[in-house]
């Protein structure tokens, strides 16, 4: 079973930043990348940014330039910087791993999600 947990939500006005991180219970080279979402009540969830064990990394156009996702293996964690961020970021942030497993196949774990709210 493998574990995500995020952090660092909160409340953060435009032209501020803010750093979410998600950590794993497994050594995130393991996985085949993780990535992050965002969902606003009533809509679906949508990818914002992942980054790959390969050394790829992909961002949503709404966030290019202003997000910026880290993968830090000694933590086994993958951050998410969020530079001047704009309201309509608001969200619960949630972090997933695709996790390969022999005879099962892959497979995707998330995390509870961390709130994060900004005001203009």
């Known amino acids: 079973q493998v574990q995500l947990v995020e952090s660092g939500g909160g409340l953060v006005q435009t032209g501020g930043s803010l750093r979410l991180s998600c950590v794993a219970s497994?050594?995130?080279?393991?996985?085949?990348?993780i990535a992050w979402y965002r969902q606003v009540p009533g809509k679906q969830r949508d990818k914002v940014a992942q980054?790959?064990?390969?050394?790829?990394?992909w961002y949503a156009q709404s966030v290019k330039g202003r997000f910026t996702i880290f993968r830090d293996v000694s933590r086994n964690a993958i951050d998410l910087e969020m530079n001047n961020p704009k309201p309509e970021d608001t969200g619960v942030y949630s972090c997933?791993?695709?996790?390969?497993?022999?005879?099962?196949?892959?497979?995707?774990?998330w995390g509870q999600g961390t709130q994060v709210t900004v005001s203009s």
């Open positions: 997933m791993a695709s996790v390969f497993h022999e005879g099962l196949g892959w497979r995707e774990y």
């Open positions: 497994i050594n995130i080279d393991s996985t085949e990348g």
């Open positions: 980054s790959f064990t390969n050394g790829i990394t």
